[in-house]
């Protein structure tokens, strides 16, 4: 029996944002690419050599591709500026009408970062900030002795070489040493 593999990529998690709407839309569009590429092959009578089944059909796939992507980075734009804090509705409709595909390049540029929420109650808080402004939860982790912020799977902290396993204890390790008696 194989064994499936449960944890999820950050891409994966990406793209289960993109709204069912525009999977239909993109299937739609790949539809109606392939209906111009028949329709293109069988109305035909010139004879001429650019519109052969082998070049067609390539270039019927990568349009089709194209289509289907840029249909999938709208819907991904919709649902995205909605979550991080941005208008959903209006950089749709830019991503939509800014040709070239430049309204979608303009949003990943402008995009806002997203919020993230406290642990301890749940408020919505910006990037960066190093407690919560409801509750006061300390954010980030620091170090118990240098009090430099360090990173949660840290087993030292870089900056001191302070084991931080032991949080409870405010000891440094230089004078734990056993005093003689």
Same mark, same amino acid.
């Given at each position: 029996?194989?064994?499936?593999?449960?944890?999820?990529?950050?891409?994966?998690?990406?793209?289960?944002?993109?709204?069912?709407?525009?999977?239909?839309?993109?299937?739609?569009?790949?539809?109606?690419?392939?209906?111009?590429?028949?329709?293109?092959?069988?109305?035909?009578?010139?004879?001429?050599?650019?519109?052969?089944?082998?070049?067609?059909?390539?270039?019927?796939?990568?349009?089709?591709?194209?289509?289907?992507?840029?249909?999938?980075?709208?819907?991904?734009?919709?649902?995205?500026?909605?979550?991080?804090?941005?208008?959903?509705?209006?950089?749709?409709?830019?991503?939509?009408?800014?040709?070239?595909?430049?309204?979608?390049?303009?949003?990943?540029?402008?995009?806002?970062?997203?919020?993230?929420? $406290? %642990?301890? +109650?749940?408020? =919505? *808080?910006? !990037?960066?900030?190093? @407690? &919560? #402004?409801? /509750?006061?939860?300390?954010?980030?982790?620091? $170090? %118990?002795? +240098?009090?430099? =912020? *360090?990173? !949660?799977?840290?087993? @030292? &902290? #870089?900056? /001191?070489?302070?084991?931080?396993?032991?949080?409870?204890?405010?000891?440094?390790?230089?004078?734990?040493?056993?005093?003689?008696?």
């Amino acid at each position: 029996m194989p064994v499936r593999n449960d944890t999820s990529t950050r891409f994966m998690d990406e793209v289960r944002i993109i709204p069912p709407w525009a999977f239909v839309f993109a299937a739609f569009g790949c539809v109606l690419v392939a209906v111009a590429v028949v329709y293109a092959l069988a109305t035909d009578k010139s004879g001429d050599r650019f519109f052969t089944p082998l070049v067609l059909t390539p270039f019927g796939i990568l349009v089709a591709a194209l289509v289907a992507c840029y249909i999938l980075l709208i819907g991904y734009v919709s649902r995205d500026a909605g979550r991080r804090g941005m208008s959903g509705l209006l950089w749709t409709l830019i991503a939509i009408f800014i040709p070239h595909a430049l309204g979608i390049v303009l949003y990943f540029v402008l995009r806002k970062p997203r919020t993230a929420n $406290c %642990p301890q +109650c749940n408020t =919505g *808080v910006e !990037p960066g900030y190093g @407690f &919560c #402004p409801q /509750c006061q939860c300390r954010l980030n982790p620091v $170090c %118990p002795a +240098c009090q430099r =912020g *360090v990173d !949660p799977l840290c087993k @030292f &902290c #870089p900056h /001191c070489g302070r084991d931080l396993a032991i949080n409870a204890n405010p000891i440094p390790a230089a004078s734990s040493q056993p005093s003689p008696s």
